[in-house]
């Protein structure tokens, strides 16, 4: 829809911007000349901006520190590692010009790009990969990352190798976690590194205002090794309420969106939008303790809890119908290593109360309470057809400060709460490794799961090399997780999205990349 930029215009624009953060509305001009955006809300090729929506207040720009979904997609734009993982798990060298790996596993050796340079305008070297690295592995935010290396040196002007404690097959997905930054800016920012404009990255975004709490604005870096991005300035208004972010989209005022679910379909039909539904593997699931001593203890009952349930209706009335039935807490083909098994538990109510009644409660059972901090539409539809099966259960809504707390110790019947895996099934280690201090399963305290078992197949599929013996460990596992039944997957949400038809852009999963994207 046209606009006319008269000088009302102009003081809406700044009203638009003071309440940005209650209202939605925001300054479509940005960092860009006033002209242009009116050409680009006209979807001409001669815009060179684009606006988009933050959730949620930012926290840092530290991305060796940092672990708030909102700062890693602003990061994604600035920061690059050595290899690059897409959304199917696949590896490709980014600022490495080429990896290495030695036969044993244990010695990754990349070959650095000699065309890379940050954003002070300072060229990357060997030893700017080195601190980056060592300065990683001393944060506990990248400890999942940085924790099988044993030491990293550079052996040449543009050569660094990496060695670790021991063969961790996953280890180069999770290399893509671990951002190069230029140590003489980071070291010049000092504590203030986190909160203030620096330029220390390689990406093809370079951080140009840092508001948090309301705007933060990035420009393309013009030496970026790739080439110059295509869209010139990324405008991120934080918009933390979702109506608000919706309106502001559907005025023209953002060009990109996450659609909530419930206005989907209504959305999608208008015809006006680009649009995309995206799989994710971000799954919602229930757990119930295999370490208390009541019912769930028995695993004839954690099966019949897994009979009694209905995906489909609870993804249903979870996501308004845009949800897909899970089998497997790792999303099959999704991440590396998550390979289909002949294991799955169908919706039968009559298998359901035979393993009830196998286990001794032929009148049904009380299983406890079902705890949920963000979840309850959730749990409160696992609670009515848990019921209607013959189990009996509460649900319980409360803050996730708290309840983590008890249940990282244990402390719990049943939780409903949502998983995000990444890159590969070796994340749902974190999970069922009795040796990770905070895990929820307390498979060690219950003498009918195999605590050990389960760990040292974890460390097996790590330490083998060969993808194909790797995939069929992870089966083996898989398929013993799927037996104990602690673990009840139940849906993947698909993610809406929406922008401007006169954009070239894509759906994703995790994090999306800005670089990739371009005005008609």
């Known amino acids: 829809m046209k606009r006319l930029y008269t000088l009302v215009s102009v003081l809406l624009c700044v009203i638009m911007l003071l309440s940005a953060c209650t209202t939605g509305k925001v300054e479509t001009s940005g960092n ?24 949620s207040i930012g926290n840092s720009m530290d991305p060796h520190n940092s672990g708030v979904t909102i700062d890693l997609q602003v990061q994604e734009q600035i920061y690059e590692s050595l290899v690059h993982v897409d959304e199917k798990s696949q590896v490709t060298p980014r600022l490495a010009k080429s990896y290495t790996v030695s036969d044993d596993g244990l010695v990754y050796t990349f ?47 543009n050569t660094v190798e990496i060695t670790l404690k021991y063969a961790f097959a996953p280890f180069i997905n999770y290399l893509y976690m671990v951002k190069i930054m230029s140590e003489a ?54 918009i933390t309420d979702s109506s608000s ?23 999608e ?53 845009l949800g897909v039935p899970a089998d497997h807490m790792i999303a099959v083909g999704m991440y590396d290593g998550a390979v289909e098994t002949d294991w799955v538990y169908e919706y039968n109510i009559d298998k359901c109360k035979e393993l009830l009644a196998e286990a001794g409660y032929p009148n049904g059972v009380d299983i406890g309470v079902i705890e949920t901090a963000t979840q309850r539409v959730v749990a409160e539809a696992v609670q009515a057809q848990l019921e209607a099966a013959g189990i009996k259960c509460k649900v319980l809504v409360g803050e996730a400060a ?34 990770i201090d905070v895990v929820f399963m307390k498979y060690n305290l219950n003498k009918d799961c195999d605590h050990e078992y389960i760990t040292a197949t974890f460390d097996k599929a790590a330490a083998t090399m060969d993808k194909t013996e790797r995939d069929a460990i992870y089966k083996e596992l898989e398929e013993y997780l799927m037996d ?18 006169n954009l070239n852009a894509y759906g994703y999963m995790t994090y999306y990349e800005v670089y990739d994207w371009s005005w008609k």
């Open 245 to 267: 972010a919706l309106i502001a989209f559907q005025n023209g005022e953002i060009d990109f969106a996450s659609i909530p679910t419930a206005n989907w379909a209504e959305v």
């Open 402 to 435: 708290t309840m983590v707390v008890d249940w990282r110790a244990g402390k719990y019947d049943m939780i409903v709460n949502r998983f995000p895996p990444a890159f590969t099934y070796d994340y749902y280690r974190r999970y069922n490794d009795y040796k």
């Open 32 to 55: 860009a000349d006033a002209s242009q955006a009116t050409n680009s809300s006209n979807g001409s090729s001669t815009r060179t901006d684009i606006n988009l929506t933050l959730s």
């Open 111 to 157: 070959e650095l790009r000699d065309d890379v340079f940050f954003h002070n305008n300072e060229k990357m070297k060997a030893s700017d990969v080195v601190w980056s690295i060592e300065r990683a592995m001393k944060s506990s935010q990248m400890a999942t990352y940085c924790g099988p290396i044993e030491k990293v040196e550079a052996t040449g002007d």
């Open 484 to 501: 104990i039944a602690a673990w009840v997957p139940l849906f993947y949400p698909q993610i809406p999205y929406a922008w401007n038809k």
């Open 185 to 238: 800016e980071v070291t010049s920012a000092g504590d203030m590194f986190s909160s203030k404009v620096t330029h220390a990255g390689t990406g093809p975004y370079m951080l140009t205002t840092y508001e948090p709490s309301t705007k933060i604005v990035l420009n393309a870096f013009p030496n970026y090794y790739r080439g110059e991005a295509a869209i010139k300035t990324i405008n991120y208004y934080v």
């Open 269 to 321: 039909a208008s015809g006006q939008y680009a649009n995309e539904l995206v799989l994710s593997g971000d799954i919602r699931y229930l757990a119930l303790n295999v370490g208390q001593k009541g019912p769930l203890a028995d695993k004839r009952v954690r099966q019949a809890v897994q009979y009694a349930l209905d995906k489909e209706a609870i993804a249903i009335i979870a996501t308004d119908g």
